[in-house]
């Protein structure tokens, strides 16, 4: 700006200096043409009445008169008679032509004083001739003065040389003029100028110093004030911006935004996590299309274009495993504006499907097995009041079948309620037990199920470090895994040890039994799934015993593993970390 400011002061001082030199340049030239019309007039004039004043003897006194006054002056002059013959000339000794059609001699005969400029043959040059009418005695005609206007030239050009002289003089002056003044002007504009710069690269606690009162120094006071206006705004609005992105980022849901034209304007990372697990990124205005394709996503934003209207809706998305998603899609904008796109909340609803699944499951499967017994019950029941009842031997027997399906359905109803309470986290007094003394008491209670065909190996651990739990917790864990052992194994043996790894106590039950399929392993902890359904009720099992066990190694921060081959045996082994059962 400096520099335009600068060269618009030249110019315009150069268009100044240039029209007041032409206009000065003018009057000038034609002022000096004037005075020295006038000036060579009077001289004609002056020697007009010394001519008249002189006395003439002959004609050789005409030719001293002009040679003397010729070299007196420094000029030309000629003595010409009323025909136009020319007397006497002091620029030549030649005698010259009739000069009766000479303009100045022209008019000097019809007794006007002139001054004519034109260019001379004899002398080869311009003149500017004077011609007055003058008579003496016997003699009437014209003297005439001349002078070349080559010294009117030289005043001329001397004239445009100072001239020039002085306008360089002047735009001299004027640059170091422009120089100063601009840059006493152009100071707040420049301070203003940096401040805006360091507030476009981030800087909002710029102030411009100044003492100017005039329309910069405003335009500074100004500039403070909304340099400060701004700070205070922006600080407030990447505070806000902060706290949508936390709440976005802590959000579980994906939120994406997309305007009319279906491009991106801002997503959260569960989004990316949930339709684009890859990592892959998404770039601001990429289409949601070349991101996504889900029939509920397009049909929820085809919805809210045309109602105006939020809407849901449910679909599965095939990102790896199949995933159920709902889709709630809101109008995007403010209340009384025209909505310019959508914003889109898409949730995994997977793992709430699923435990719908598995709580309808569980109804099911708990209806199915109270059923059961009950049906039998009743049964037998009506047939004792149908009369069976009178027959002894008939009665005790459906009595006994009816004492066997109350405690089967007893036993059901109290594992109910233990996986109930397990679930809940609910924990009573822990204390430190010896898991070696817990295990002996746990095969002493079950060695009445053993078969001559069948025993238990377990080896205590000395120096095993006790562990914080519930007993009776750690009891039905052992009683589970080896009651389970114990049904399905009809010969061999069932290995038990207990050992401290990596402050871990590691409990491991081996059997020889029947074993489990493959295609059973990743479903045997689900309530209700028996892998031979025929043999468990068989038996009198609830389908309630491993899924009671997980729950138990979860309540205290384990894990369990499986390892089983059908028709060699199977293994069970659980790690309970030390440290996680003190409550």
């Known amino acids: 700006m400096h520099k335009k400011l600068i060269i618009s ?4 001082i150069l268009f100044a200096i240039g029209i007041s030199t032409a206009i000065f340049w003018n009057k000038g030239y034609q002022f000096i043409y004037r005075q020295s019309q006038d000036y060579y007039l009077t001289q004609a004039k002056l020697m007009g ?29 000629t003595i010409i008679d009323k025909n136009g013959e020319v007397y006497a000339d002091s620029g030549t000794d030649e005698p010259l032509e009739n000069h009766k ?38 003699f009437s005609g014209v003297i005439r003065i001349s002078l070349p206007l080559s010294e009117l030239k030289d005043l001329n050009n001397h004239m445009f040389y100072s001239i020039i002289y002085a306008i360089l003089i002047c735009f001299i002056i004027a640059v170091f003029a422009a120089i100063l003044f601009t840059g006493m002007l152009t100071k707040p504009i420049h301070e203003v100028a940096k401040a805006a710069q360091r507030i476009s690269d981030g ?50 849901a994906g939120v994406v935004a997309i305007n009319d034209s279906n491009e991106i304007l801002f997503y959260n990372k569960a989004f ?19 991101v996504l394709r889900n029939a509920a996503v397009f049909d929820a934003i085809d919805q809210v274009r045309e109602n105006n209207m939020s809407v849901e809706h449910e679909g599965t998305l095939a990102r790896g495993n199949l995933r159920n998603i709902r889709v709630t899609a809101t109008p995007l904008g403010m209340e009384g504006r025209q909505y310019f796109g959508v914003l889109l909340i898409i949730e995994d609803v997977t793992k709430i499907k699923k435990l719908e699944s598995i709580r309808s499951d569980f109804v099911s499967n708990v209806t199915h097995e109270l059923k059961t017994p009950l049906t039998s019950i009743r049964g037998f029941i009506d ?15 459906f009595l006994d079948i009816i004492d066997i399906e109350a405690e089967r359905l007893y036993s059901l109803i109290q594992d109910i309620l233990l996986l109930s309470e397990i679930e809940s986290k609910r924990e009573y007094e822990t204390v430190p037990i010896d898991m070696n003394e817990c295990i002996n008491s746990v095969i002493e209670l079950l060695e009445s199920k053993l078969s001559d065909k069948v025993k238990i190996i377990f080896e205590p651990q000395p120096y095993l470090k006790p562990f914080v739990c519930n007993p009776d917790r750690m009891k039905q864990l052992l009683i589970n895994l080896l009651d389970n052992a114990i049904k399905y194994t009809e010969e061999g043996s069932i290995t038990v040890s207990c050992t401290e790894e990596d402050n871990k106590l590691v409990l491991r039950i081996k059997d020889t039994g029947i074993g489990i399929g493959k295609n059973h392993l990743s479903r045997i902890f689900e309530r209700f799934y028996r892998v031979d359904k025929g043999r468990s009720r068989k038996q009198g099992g609830t389908g309630l015993g491993l899924s009671i066990v997980k729950h138990i190694v979860e309540l205290y921060n384990g894990n369990i593993q499986v390892e089983s081959e059908h028709g060699k045996g199977t293994e069970f082994k659980i790690s309970l970390p030390y440290g996680n059962g003190d409550r």
């Open 272 to 290: 990316m996590e949930i339709v684009n697990p890859a990592n892959k990124q998404i770039l601001g205005g990429q289409s949601i299309y070349s």
């Open 9 to 12: 002061y030249l110019t315009i």
């Open 49 to 77: 009445d010394i001519f008249t004043d002189e006395e003439f003897k002959d004609f050789g006194d005409y030719e001293t008169f002009v040679n003397k006054y010729a070299g007196k002056y420094n000029i030309r002059v």
């Open 101 to 138: 059609n000479r303009e100045e001699v022209v008019k000097a005969l019809k007794g006007e004083s002139v001054t004519v400029n034109r260019y001379s043959e004899t002398m080869r040059q311009q003149y500017s001739y004077s011609a007055v009418p003058v008579a003496n005695g016997d």
């Open 383 to 397: 047939t004792l009041k149908s009369g069976a009842i009178k027959e002894e031997a008939v009665a005790n027997r």
């Open 203 to 252: 800087d909002y606690n710029i102030k411009i110093y100044t003492r100017d009162k005039s329309l910069v120094g405003k335009l500074a006071e100004s500039f403070n004030i909304m340099s400060k206006n701004l700070k205070v705004t922006i600080d407030s609005l990447t505070q806000r911006n902060a706290e949508l992105e936390a709440m976005l980022s802590s959000m579980t």
